[in-house]
T-cell receptor, first 113, second 112 residues
Framework: DGGITQSPKYLFRKEGQNVTLSCEQN?????MYWYRQDPGQGLRLIYYSQIVNDFQKGDIAEGYSVSREKKESFPLTVTSAQKNPTAFYLC????????????FGPGTRLTVL | GQQLNQSPQSMFIQEGEDVSMNCTSS?????WLWYKQDPGEGPVLLIALYKAGELTSNGRLTAQFGITRKDSFLNISASIPSDVGIYFC????????????FGKGTLLTVNP
């Protein structure tokens, strides 16, 4: 079954701990993105990667880190330096085979206790 | 960063009514995308637009890429209860390095 998988769906973390959110895709898309969604706000870009072993900071990268060792995987680590990490995190992939389109995963809800 | 103004913020309609929402920008966009998001889920792509003036339909949904390249609208005809959700636009500004700008969304409620 093709698509984007994010795990876990819900994640709880104690303040001061790092946590890694998983994003896997089997769509063979080159580009992958991480967004943060907060109530009443548009999606905000954290990091993106256009090819393996390369990634760029988005608009709100502070307190986050990523890696892109494989085309299929783009994990996001929320570090203890992120001051307000409770949010809904969305992973997306991009294809330009038919225009320029991004597709989203199901999301991970992170709650810091 | 660049902003997309999406309106209305929310709509409450009766089943069977038509709905229209739009997004505008002060700068030129090369791509317009419309998504629907259910609570706690990821956004689902509804319609993608790539050319100025393009009018595209997907079932009861119709979207258009504005001639000025600075706006887009989404229409839903004959609404049904399952149309409930948040609809938001996204666009790729001219000159952007594959990054999208997002509207804040329109919350649609359909009364059966």
């Amino acid at each position: 079954d093709g698509g984007i998988t994010q795990s876990p769906k819900y994640l709880f973390r104690k303040e001061g701990q790092n946590v890694t959110l998983s994003c896997e895709q089997n769509l063979n898309h080159d580009a992958m993105y991480w967004y943060r969604q907060d109530p009443g706000q548009g999606l905000r870009l954290i990091y993106y990667s256009q090819i393996v072993n390369d990634f760029q900071k988005g608009d709100i990268a502070e307190g986050y880190s990523v890696s892109r060792e494989k085309k299929e995987s783009f994990p996001l680590t929320v570090t203890s330096a992120q001051k307000n990490p409770t949010a809904f995190y969305l992973c997306a992939t991009r294809t330009d085979l038919v225009g320029d389109t991004q597709y989203f995963g199901p999301g991970t809800r992170l709650t810091v206790l | 960063g660049q902003q997309l103004n999406q309106s209305p913020q929310s709509m409450f309609i009766q089943e069977g009514e038509d709905v229209s929402m739009n997004c505008t920008s002060s700068s030129i966009f090369n791509t317009w995308l419309w998504y629907k998001q259910d609570p706690g889920e990821g956004p689902v792509l509804l319609i993608a637009l790539y050319k100025a003036g393009e009018l595209t339909s997907n079932g009861r949904l119709t979207a258009q890429f504005g001639i000025t390249r600075k706006d887009s609208f989404l229409n839903i005809s004959a609404s049904i209860p399952s149309d409930v959700g948040i609809y938001f636009c996204a666009g790729r500004p001219r000159g952007s390095n594959y990054k999208l700008t997002f509207g804040k969304g329109t919350l649609l409620t359909v009364n059966p």
